[in-house]
């Protein structure tokens, strides 16, 4: 019986050594080419950035000369002491100013416009048969209150539509009304209308 015995197994076979010169010189070459293009960037970066430093120096310099001119007027102006006391006199109108504004803002003046809207709403509103003996006008017209007496209740709700055809702000206002028989008079009715507050 014959065995053949294979002596080129993977064990037995000489070993080759996979860094062979010209891989190195690849590798080397490569790193080189490398470092030249990383320098050559980082090169144009720093000219870009001196080229734009030196740009900014001059303008540094042509703000700093005009600064140090309007600090020098400025001096002067100081040193002028009619213009101070016109500076001065200004200021004191400025916040004298400012304060009336301020105290105008801060209170509630009410009503400016006046309350003559109002009465001839009420003129423009009179139903024969209803008098009105009272009114109270609150807060610049914000609370009102009429009363008066009437010879049937059912005028009253009338007298309300009446005013709130009117132009004045009463148009807007939601009235409560309470009537009731006048203690003196059985053949009176006493109303009071009031606007909710």
Do not use: C, H
């Not at 609150?138 to 009117?166: A, C, K, Y």
């Not at 009176?188 to 209308?193: D, I, V």
């Amino acid at each position: 019986m014959k065995q053949q015995v294979n002596l080129y197994l993977s064990e037995f076979r000489v070993k080759r050594d996979n860094l062979t010169l010209v891989l190195m010189l690849q590798i080397l070459g490569l790193a080189v080419g490398l470092t030249v293009v990383l320098s050559a960037a980082d090169f144009w970066r720093n000219y870009r950035l001196n080229t734009e430093l030196a740009t900014l120096r001059e303008q540094l310099a042509v703000e700093s000369r005009r600064t140090a001119e309007i600090d020098a007027t400025l001096a002067r102006r100081s040193q002028d002491g009619a213009l101070n006391e016109r500076l001065e006199a200004a200021e004191d109108v400025l916040n004298a100013s400012r304060q009336v504004r301020d105290f105008f803002s801060a209170r509630t003046g009410g009503n400016a416009a006046g309350f003559s809207e109002f009465f001839k709403d009420l003129s423009r509103a009179s139903i024969d048969g209803l008098w009105i003996t009272n009114f109270s006008l609150e807060g610049g017209g914000n609370s009102v209150v009429l009363s008066g007496f009437t010879i049937d209740s059912s005028l009253v709700p009338s007298f309300v539509d009446r005013l709130g055809d009117g132009t004045s702000p009463l148009a807007n206002k939601r009235f409560s009304f309470s009537t009731s028989l006048s203690p003196g008079n059985n053949l009176l009715y006493a109303f009071e209308l009031t606007t909710n507050r």
